[in-house]
């Protein structure tokens, strides 16, 4: 595709200052389908859109759970974010062992950075093809991180990647700086727009193609009293799906009717 | 190839030939000892050791004590040992048993501590997480056959929470607003059970300091291994005190009278 000299071993560099199997990775988080995070004063949510590969096909798992206050979402290769989500998960049980304390995320993000970063140094490896959104609450409150394959990681007040992340990104960094006070529901609308911005045309977000993930006291559409991090998927998610409101499409005479019938026999296309 | 069939099969050593029938460049010695024997060595008993460690909860945090002796067998061998350690800016751990042994756990503390601080992200082991590291690693030496033989009490104070739990070589973990290791469970848990319990929350600075000298004193009068200088330390909001050396007044003339005390004839 855009074979070039200097692609074939991620040690070397280009003449340009590049190592072109790291944006090669980078480019493989940008094929997976998007995901959306958001952080207020009290909670950190995920939101993703799940693909299927055929209509016989389920919809393939984009959210999972670390540990009790750590979840992520995931863009990319599934299979490379399941190795790292196992370390993860060995990460999450060792500080719960050793101490007895819920690992701190910036360090459970730093070290599936450091992971990454040595698969860009070393002969004979690959990077990972797979970003993560970390959310997570610690001592130092709610957060939001994203995991690149390159060995960066950052912390956000949003964020979004996947394919089309660009256009949720945009929506973000357009309203976040009503997120910190938001309740729960109002994050989880203004999570919802965003993630819309990255659908195709005739496209809708709706109850078998969404996932939602929260850490934080719960909203009054659940029936949770936990704030241990939770995926929000099927059914329950249909309350937070009717509070969108309508985008506004330019040159069509009415707004699409809001999100999807509870029928899933004939919901699986995407 | 050894051309003396007496030796084919045999173990060469002594032991099977004792009378040297055959030449001795031609038998093997194997030293006579289990090759490991030095290599591999596991505690059997502390030599070094510091006694009794005392600990309360009081109003505004924890109190802990422990005098500065340390015993080789009977004797008063140090007596300007340390006993109470800081670890961090919330936490005291105090150590009765084996003093190279707590010195070692002084170590790993350290250790833990400045790669922790190493971090530098806000984050710190308060002392519940350094009790659980404790007993953890008190029961992988128990289960290595080779404990650490110590007695410890961890006290601390973080996020306005007290903390007073104890753990010992067999990795055995407790926690009470009273704790005592070694004769001090003895001697003076009751003496401070008596005044502390029910009043955690009332009890002053001052008050707690007095329960604790008391008790030091009544442990100098009854345990032949300790010491009328002892360390207090305080943890509390303001995190960790260690207070320099100090005494109690004692009264021996009540010993006068008593055979093998005093300058008795007979």
Known sequence: ?270 | MDHFPMQWGRPRNDTFDAYGTYPVAQRTYNGGVDAFSAGVQHTQQPIVTGTSVLAIKYKDGVMMAADNLASYGSLARFKDIQRLHPVGTNTVIGAGGDMSDFQYIQALLDELMIGEFTEQDGHSLGPSEIHEYLSHVMYARRSKMDPLWNALIVGGFKDGKRFLSYVDLLGTTYSASTLATGYGSYIAQPLLRKAVEGNEDTLTEDEAVKILEQSMKVLFYRDARSLNKYQIAKISADGVAISESRSVETNWSFAEGIRGYGAQTQ
Request: aromatic share 8%; hydrophobic share 35%.
């Open chain 1, 1 to 270: 595709m855009f074979r070039n000299t200097y692609d074939s071993d991620n040690t070397v560099f280009s003449p340009q200052g590049r190592l072109h199997q790291v944006e090669y990775a980078l480019e493989a988080v940008k094929q997976g389908s998007a995901a959306v995070g958001l952080r207020s004063k009290s909670h950190s949510i995920l939101l993703a859109l799940k693909r299927s590969t055929g209509e016989l096909a389920s919809y393939q798992q984009k959210m999972f759970r670390i540990d009790d206050h750590v979840g992520i979402a995931i863009a990319g290769l599934t299979s490379d974010a399941r190795v790292l989500s196992n370390f993860m998960r060995q990460q999450a049980m060792s500080s719960k062992m050793a101490f007895n304390r819920p690992v701190p995320v910036n360090r459970l993000v730093s070290a599936i950075a450091d992971k990454a970063q040595v698969n860009t140094q070393e002969y004979g490896r690959r990077p990972y093809g797979v970003g993560f959104l970390v959310i997570g609450q610690d001592q130092s409150g709610p957060h939001l991180y994203e995991f690149s394959p390159s060995g960066n990681s950052y912390e956000y007040y949003a964020m979004s990647i996947g394919a089309r992340s660009q256009s949720a990104k945009t929506y973000l960094e357009k309203h976040y700086e009503s997120f910190a006070d938001c309740s729960l529901e109002d994050l989880i609308q203004h999570g919802l727009h965003a993630l819309r911005e990255t659908l195709q045309q005739d496209k809708d977000l709706n109850v078998n193609n969404t996932s939602i993930g929260v850490v934080g006291a719960p909203s009054m559409h659940e029936k949770t009293t936990g704030v241990s991090f939770r995926i929000l998927e099927g059914e329950i998610i249909q309350p937070f799906l009717d509070t969108m409101i309508p985008k506004e499409v330019p040159g069509a005479a009415a707004a699409p009717p809001p999100a999807a019938s509870t029928d899933e026999d004939v919901q699986m296309a995407e």
